[in-house]
Nanobody, 121 residues
Framework: QVQLVESGGGLVQAGGSLRLSCAAS????????MAWYRQAPGKQRELVAS???????NYADSVKGRFSISRVNANNTMSLQMNSLKPEDTAVYYC???????????????WGQGAQVTVSS
């Protein structure tokens, strides 16, 4: 089976920093895209940042210049460095990966368990 395990998160003051990490494991053939999504209570889940296996990145407008996504392909890991955090960044952050497993020739979306990030004012 394939699973994504997240680590990091926590409580920080506005202007502070946090780093989230995600590790994919299992019967993995390849991972083209990894990403971070977040969801605040009462709001829809939104894409925060993504990175491809060739290093292409994109960010939500709300986090550009503050967040940085990276990955280590050899370890199937991904990180999100979050700087200059704002109270509106408070949400549950979910690791996402489009993974080709041994059971299929096509990729399939996998999700981590979620990590709480709380930014106090």
């Amino acid at each position: 089976q394939v699973q994504l395990v997240e680590s990091g998160g926590g409580l920080v003051q506005a202007g502070g920093s946090l780093r989230l990490s995600c590790a994919a494991s299992g019967s993995i053939v390849s991972i083209k895209t990894m990403a971070w999504y977040r969801q605040a209570p009462g709001k829809q889940r939104e894409l925060v940042a993504s990175v491809t296996n060739v290093g292409s990145t994109n960010y939500a407008d709300s986090v550009k210049g503050r967040f940085s996504i990276s990955r280590v392909n050899a370890n199937n890991t991904m990180s999100l460095q979050m700087n200059s955090l704002k109270p509106e960044d408070t949400a549950v952050y979910y690791c996402y990966a489009a993974i080709v497993a041994t059971t299929s020739i096509h990729d399939y979306p996998y999700w981590g368990q979620g990590a709480q990030v709380t930014v106090s004012s």
